[in-house]
């Protein structure tokens, strides 16, 4: 169990379009989710910390307007890149976690933005 | 202040021979310990974590770590690694709260 997904998994837009991507827990209820930023070989960064039915918590830095997050059930959370440009580029993680294993984030397998 | 590094930015390792990669942490407060590996163009997988308890700790694809708090490190090894083991290996630790602070990560690369 504790599988995660995304979808779409690659997307190429225009700049100044918005593109939303999704995150699924597929077998377990996800009261947390968090959404990451990878660069090229580069680390994985915390954009955002989700709880169902509330206001994500954006780490410093994020623009909450630009990085819009909807965890409107405990299956699904969204992040909408809006007015994106091409520095929006890059990988996106997000994880989720159930109120039962509270140690433990199961990671999606992320989606490839690419901004032209 | 609390900080994952992970030193070794690349590691190459003959087919068949053991790997080590390292990870150390700052902390003042108790902490989680997490491996991950990642291949290309795809999400995380983990390895293994410390949570608390016996401090080796093994996990899948023969890969262990062992908790050591006085050197405040959590280093994976494998004693005999596979081509298919080829990937990114992060370390990541929760400093007593949800989230979790990745190291830079580590590149291991099999020799054939």
């Known amino acids: 169990g504790a599988v995660v997904s995304q979808h779409p998994s690659r997307v190429i837009c225009k700049s100044g379009t918005s593109v939303k991507i999704e995150c699924r827990s597929l077998?377990?209820?996800?009261?947390?989710m968090f959404w990451y930023r990878q660069f090229p070989k580069k680390s994985l960064m915390l954009m955002a910390t989700?709880?169902?039915?509330?206001?994500?918590?954006?780490e410093q830095g994020v623009e909450k307007d630009k990085f819009l997050i909807n965890h409107a059930s405990l299956t699904l959370s969204t992040l909408t890149v809006t007015s994106a440009h091409p520095e929006d580029s890059s990988f996106y993680i997000c994880?989720?976690?159930?109120?039962?294993?509270?140690?433990?984030?199961?990671f999606g397998p992320g989606t490839r933005l690419t901004v032209l | 202040a609390q900080s994952v590094t992970q030193l070794d930015s690349q590691v190459p390792v003959f087919e068949e021979a053991p790997v080590e990669l390292r990870c150390n942490y700052s902390s003042s407060v108790s902490v989680y310990l997490f491996w991950y590996v990642q291949y290309p163009n795809q999400g995380l997988q983990l390895l293994l974590k410390y949570l608390s308890g016996t401090t080796l700790v093994k996990g899948i694809n023969g890969f262990e770590a062992e908790f050591n708090k006085s050197q405040t490190s959590f280093h994976l090894r494998k004693p005999s690694v596979h081509i298919s083991d080829t990937a990114e290996y992060f370390c990541?630790?929760?400093?007593?709260?949800?989230?979790?602070?990745f190291g830079t990560g580590t590149r291991l690369t099999i020799i054939p």
């Open positions: 994880s989720a976690r159930d109120h039962e294993r509270l140690n433990e984030q199961f």
């Open positions: 077998d377990f209820q996800a009261t947390t």
């Open positions: 990541a630790v929760s400093f007593g709260n949800e989230k979790l602070t």
């Open positions: 989700s709880n169902e039915g509330s206001k994500a918590t954006y």
